[in-house]
């Protein structure tokens, strides 16, 4: 169950200002049903040009109808450049805070409210910028480096939280991780390059790292290796002593023996048995 | 607020028969089964009364009973067995709605060397035979298929699947988790080479769950230490729970007609008047060859985190498959795989009943729901415009 404030669930258990406005000044509509959360949120302004009026309709979570009933609160009374300065920070401020999972939830409200005051100061919708890294939520390259920029987003899990990006599939997991990298300004650590080796040199490196790495940890479990044969990238191994009949000697020689090879000697290599 | 308990999928209550059985087990008779004197001895005897009590159940012979930390357990042990005994096979096969602890593992495996076969299912769940019995080769070192699903309760024809693949000779696990105490679980019809159950759902505490291993299957265990479980099995028994566990399975033996009288009108009284009181809802999965206590429905248009809170609100506890509720981003894998659409996978909610759930309860969760549905569609973008598109 999550952990939400005490506000967040007043909020959600009594929104305020639900419902549509017929002529609203403006007009932003965020999500989809697929995402799982959407929102719509509608203001109009008084003859001081101040928000009057504002009301809002969420599909999504309790913490989604919360940040959207916050934020139509916080808009109330505020000009549009004071509005345009509303982070999503704020919105989740103002509830006492989210659970990081639902960090997406707030950005959704800011997200919505950009919309709103594009659509007021009569900006056609801006064909999303950028290129699209996650495929399953539809969040692009530019979305992604704001989120990291304005709440100093870390890892993978962070961007998640925040803007869904690599949340579905997780094939896009090493772009976003290469996006925060360059973001947050660490430079990209360069690919170790490992210098060709003849194949004496690589039959050489294989019995060191046997020796050192592999033998020592199968000789704990009363077991040993033998190298036969190498040929192509195969390395022939015979497992020996107590390894030689155990069920799990499948598992070592994957997991354990070609890992061990493969991190130290050639990413190429299969380990196979006699 | 005392809770009005419809998340019996997820865990049920321990019976206060089964908690008395267990009592005496943590500081009075607490000797360990394997002693030499009779203090331990006599729980030793215990014990084995709790497994003949469990293969009574299934029935089975008590041999054939191995007692486990919990139903991932008994399922992970199966998978890895199979795979273990024949490393030469490298091909695995299980169904797109698994749970967590088969889907995982078999996950698991396909990053380790295998191929891993996943049968799909049909719009109402039901699985795909032909694409099981074409899968099948002399490669395969497992078929792992649930008797019954945790989110749906549509029931899988293990019967004539076990029959197929008992002549073919290809090893078969059948995670019977869900069905065990709501349907009539017999290891002499149902030729399954190994089947999981797990204590908390059948009334016993958590932390106790059963494998049962056929006679003659090829058999290597998970656990390894001591010679407990008749070497299937390391480590120094549960024994409190494991006789809980024994007292359940005697009490799941002796209610079970309950569950397809009493629980199923329960539970179709429950569906159907929600159907009547409540527009744009779906039930989720056969409704015919179903679970007796089970009903997964969605309600169009809105989000499932939101209605459980709600009903939270209330004391009715009830899950959701929504993406919200799970933590992760997506909604369930089990009503993905099955095509529901995602205006009605995000609203989903299972309700799923006990014989301890009474005719009041259920009233009352009628009476709460559609005011609760209609709040939350109230304050939905998509409600008016998804009704006018019809």
Redesign the interface.
């Known amino acids: 169950m ?1 952990e939400y404030t005490d506000k967040v ?1 007043e909020h ?2 009594n ?1 305020r200002n ?1 419902g549509e406005i017929e002529d609203a000044d403006g007009i932003g ?1 965020v999500g989809s ?2 995402c ?5 949120l509608m203001f109009k302004l008084n003859d001081k040009k101040k928000i009057e009026d504002v009301k809002f ?6 913490s ?2 919360a940040s959207s009933s916050a934020l139509t609160e916080m808009l109330k009374g505020l000009t549009i450049e004071e509005a345009g300065k509303i982070t999503n920070d704020d919105i989740a401020e103002f509830l006492g805070g989210l659970p990081k ?1 639902k960090m997406h939830c707030s950005v959704m409200g800011r997200d919505a409210l950009e919309k709103a005051i594009g659509y007021y100061r009569g900006e056609s919708e801006k064909v999303k910028e950028g290129e699209i890294v996650c495929e ?2 539809g969040v692009t390259d530019i979305e992604i480096k704001r989120a990291v920029t304005e709440n100093n987003l870390k890892s993978i899990e962070d961007v ?1 939280a925040y803007v ?1 990006a690599g ?2 599939c997780e094939s896009c997991h090493e772009k976003i991780q290469e996006i925060i990298d360059s973001t947050l300004g660490n430079s990209v650590p360069e690919k170790k390059k490992v210098p060709e080796m003849t194949n004496i040199e690589k039959i050489r490196l294989i019995e060191e790292v046997i020796e050192n790495e592999i033998r020592p940890m199968l000789k704990k479990d009363r077991g040993n290796i033998k190298l036969i044969d190498f040929v192509g990238n195969d390395v022939i191994v015979e497992m020996r002593g107590a390894c030689a009949n155990c ?5 070592t020689i ?2 354990f023996v070609e890992d061990k090879l493969r991190e130290h000697v050639s990413h190429d290599l299969n380990v196979k048995e006699v | 607020m005392k809770p009005v308990y419809v998340d019996n999928n997820a865990t049920t209550k321990v019976d206060p028969e089964v908690l008395e059985e267990m009592l005496p087990y943590f500081s009075e008779m607490y000797g360990n089964p394997s002693s030499m004197h009779s203090f331990g001895g006599e729980v030793g005897r215990k014990i084995r009364e709790a497994r003949e009590r469990v293969a009574a159940l299934i029935n089975a012979s008590p041999e054939e009973i191995v007692f486990t930390s919990c139903g991932t357990e008994s399922d992970n042990t199966a998978i890895m067995a199979a795979v ?2 024949t ?1 030469f096979k490298k091909h695995v096969i299980i169904t797109r709605v698994e749970h967590p602890a088969i889907k995982n593992m078999a996950e698991y495996l396909g990053k ?2 295998y191929r891993v076969t996943f049968v799909p299912v049909d719009g109402k769940g039901r699985l795909d035979l032909d694409y099981l019995y074409q899968s099948l080769s002399d490669d395969t070192a497992i078929v792992s298929i649930m008797w019954a699903n945790n989110e749906t309760g549509v029931i899988f024809p293990v019967e004539d699947i076990s029959r197929v693949l008992h002549e073919r000779g290809i090893p078969f696990h059948t995670d019977a988790v869900q069905a065990a105490g709501k349907l009539s679980v017999d290891v002499q019809k149902i030729k399954a080479d190994m089947l999981s159950l797990s204590g908390h759902k059948i009334h016993a505490p958590k932390g106790v769950g059963i494998l049962y291993v056929r006679k003659g299957t090829r058999f ?1 265990p998970y656990m390894i230490g001591g010679h407990q479980e008749g070497g299937k099995r390391g480590g120094t028994e549960n024994t409190a729970s494991i006789i809980g566990m024994g007292k359940a399975c005697e009490l799941a033996g002796k209610h079970l007609e309950e569950e397809s009288t009493v629980v199923a009108k329960l539970r179709d009284r429950l569906e159907s008047e929600i159907l009547k009181s409540v527009p744009s809802t779906i039930v989720n999965g056969e409704r015919e060859n179903r679970l007796p206590g089970t009903t997964n429905i969605s309600f169009e ?3 499932g ?2 209605i459980l ?2 009903l939270n ?1 209330l004391g009715i506890c009830a899950s959701s498959g ?4 799970s ?5 369930s894998h089990v009503l993905r795989a099955m095509g529901v659409p ?2 009605a996978a ?1 609203g989903s909610i299972r309700f799923s009943l006990s014989r301890h759930n009474t005719d009041a309860e259920i009233d009352f969760i009628i009476e709460k729901i559609p005011p609760i549905i209609s709040r939350l569609r ?5 409600w008016k415009q998804g009704r006018g598109n019809k």
Do not use: R
């Open positions: 999550w669930k959600f258990m929104p639900v509509e049903i697929a799982g959360d959407a929102l719509k309709q969420t599909f999504g979570c309790a989604a109808i999972e399953c939520f998640t869904k949340g579905g069920g799990t000697s499948q598992f994957k997991n | 273990n005994t490393p380790n060397g290597s248009y809105i989000e985190e939101s809170l709600m609100e929504s993406a919200c509720t933590g992760s981003l997506e909604p995602y205006t995000h109230d304050l939905s973008p998509f």
